[in-house]
């Protein structure tokens, strides 16, 4: 009766494994959240400021906050560069029996979140500090879960990219999702008339060079102070170079000594092109990045995988790769699954050293199964997933289920 009762229960236990969800390590409550800020490319480091004060704002309306420190940027010599639209702001909050707003973490991260979407032309990322830095440092992006997007063309990465989100978007469990920002950054071109300029008789080296001055500032001279040098930098009043009229309206002097302004020799204009081009293996690449919630990553995965596979048609040479935890993930396990026959090869000739008989150590060695039940209704029952921490928990069972049998048969042959 013994034997077949822990038998059904082991058939059991086993048949319900599957059902276990799979991510690669726990979330553990920080203390403190880290909701970071995206703005548009184009935002100045002043606008981006008053973003960041209203952010602060919101916030502070909560009772749980006690203090909120932002960055925004990057120091000259930064191991985590961004530009003026990111901020990584990390929110201390109370201990959680001071906590009046909501009862739990994800309850606070929601009406947070809520509140947050209210301010125009912002992007969030609701994570952690120690989580955030642990999403980086995993896949390059600062958040649970990456789809990379590989191809030639930055129009069509842009479109595909998009194609994907709405996609993953329907996904349940999915939060913070968003595209990487490769477009929105304004440049300003300056085509040069070559038909203009010849009527004047000015050469295009002229042209680029009173561009080059009023606009980004030339070198005129130095100025000595000590042992240093620093350089004077010439160059046009902001009122004379902040817009494509203002540029337009600079004189050019031409060989006859008349002065025509450089609208008539070029084509001035103000377009949109890439905020930055990420490139992976000498492939450009766009990532679609987003956190989950209430669910297990592999499960996530794979529902999205189906999806974007069913309704996501990409072109020849494009192709998808799937980052952050996941990645970390699925390289774990396939290393567990090498490690775990490795160990049990292990106590199997420890335990043969041991007894001196195969016999034995087998026999022994068939109780771990067995040890397999508690851990995975303790899973089940806590809500919890089979990630890397669970998994060496297991392996460290097995070692004290084949060191409890072996101190047992050894009382019971004395």
């Known amino acids: 009766m013994i034997i077949g009762g822990s038998t059904l229960f082991l058939v059991i236990c086993l048949g319900l494994f599957p059902f276990l969800g799979k991510e ?37 309306k909560f009772p749980e906050v006690t203090t909120i420190v932002s960055k925004i940027g990057a120091p000259e010599i930064a191991l985590d560069p961004m530009g003026p639209n990111l901020s990584d702001p990390i929110v201390v909050l109370k201990p959680k029996g001071q906590w009046k707003t909501a009862g739990s973490k994800d309850k606070l991260i929601y009406k947070m979140r809520h509140e947050l979407e209210k301010i125009p032309g912002i992007g969030l990322n609701m994570t952690q500090p120690i989580a955030l830095r642990v999403d980086e440092l995993v896949s390059g992006v600062k958040s649970q879960l990456a789809i990379k997007l590989f191809g030639e063309d930055m129009n069509l990465l842009k479109d595909k990219s998009e194609e994907i989100a709405k996609v993953v978007g329907k996904v349940r469990g999915v939060t913070d999702l968003r595209v990487e920002q490769v477009s929105g950054q304004p440049y300003l071109t300056v085509t040069i008339d070559r038909n203009a300029i010849a009527r004047y008789g000015i050469n295009a080296q002229d042209i680029n060079e009173i561009v080059e001055t009023a606009i980004g500032g030339k070198a005129a001279t130095e100025m000595l102070e000590g042992d240093r040098r620093f350089e004077i930098v010439l160059r046009f009043p902001e009122g004379r170079r902040n817009s494509a009229e203002t540029i337009g309206a600079i004189l050019v002097r031409t060989p006859a000594g008349a002065w025509v302004p450089l609208a008539q020799l070029a084509n001035i204009t103000v377009t949109n092109g890439p905020a930055q081009i990420s490139r992976e293996h000498n492939k450009r690449r766009v990532v679609v990045e987003c956190n989950i919630e209430d669910r297990d990553v592999a499960g996530f995965v794979a529902e999205a995988k189906e999806r974007i596979e069913k309704e996501v048609k990409l072109p020849t040479g494009y192709y998808l790769t799937w980052g952050g935890t996941f990645e970390s993930q699925q390289r774990a396990m396939k290393r567990l699954m090498l490690i775990v026959p490795v160990t049990m090869a292990i106590i199997l000739f420890l335990l043969f050293t041991a007894f001196g008989s195969f016999r034995y150590a087998f026999l022994i060695l068939m109780t771990i ?22 998994s060496v928990g297991f392996i460290a069972l097995f070692g004290v289920a084949v060191l409890n049998v072996w101190y047992l048969s050894h009382i019971s042959i004395a």
């Open 369 to 390: 199964p067995f040890a397999l039940t508690g851990g995975i209704l303790t899973l089940l029952v806590s809500g919890q997933y089979l990630s890397v921490p669970a």
């Open 24 to 60: 690669f390590i726990p979330s553990m409550d920080e203390g403190t959240l880290t909701p970071q800020i995206i703005r548009l490319p184009s935002v100045s480091l002043t606008e981006s400021m008053e973003i960041e004060k209203k952010a602060h704002q919101v916030l502070l």
